[in-house]
């Protein structure tokens, strides 16, 4: 198994066997994969969930999800249903499915999201708005 180097963030320790289907030991088993996404250890995770929980609007929680991006490789989808969406509910919210990246991990992050927005509604309205769900962007009919 990799060793991180001296110097070198640490990187996220094995899910116990069965337990998870991150496919981690064939990302640390390829020389040249991107190993970003180990970076994310239980205890950064916690901090990730804690910054989550701290998001007070739509800007924020873009900047959020560029930051998984560019720190961690990991892609963050946030979409309205393609049908009516009455409730928090109606929103896909997921990471997207990565090697190295744990089951627990795509759940807590998304479940996380999901409270954030049902705390702070005007999110959830934003979100809506830039996926022209209100019809702000539409031409007018005759």
Do not use: W
Request: net charge neutral; aromatic share 2%; hydrophobic share 35%.
């Amino acid at each position: 198994m990799q060793q991180p180097h001296p110097g070198q963030a640490p990187i996220r320790k094995e899910c116990p066997p069965g337990a998870c289907v991150c496919q981690r030991e064939l990302l640390v088993d390829d020389g040249s994969a991107d190993l970003r996404v180990l970076m994310l250890t239980q205890e950064q995770e916690k901090r990730l969930i804690e910054r989550i929980t701290k998001i007070g609007s739509y800007a924020d929680l873009q900047h959020v999800q560029q930051l998984l991006l560019t720190q961690l490789g990991v892609v963050l989808h946030i979409l309205p249903s393609v049908n009516e969406v009455r409730t928090v509910r109606g929103l896909t919210i997921q990471l997207e499915e990565r090697a190295g990246l744990c089951k627990k991990t795509r759940q807590t992050v998304p479940a996380a999201i999901r409270k954030c927005l049902e705390n702070h509604p005007e999110i959830t309205f934003a979100i809506l708005d830039a996926h022209d769900l209100f019809g702000a962007h539409r031409a007018p009919r005759d």
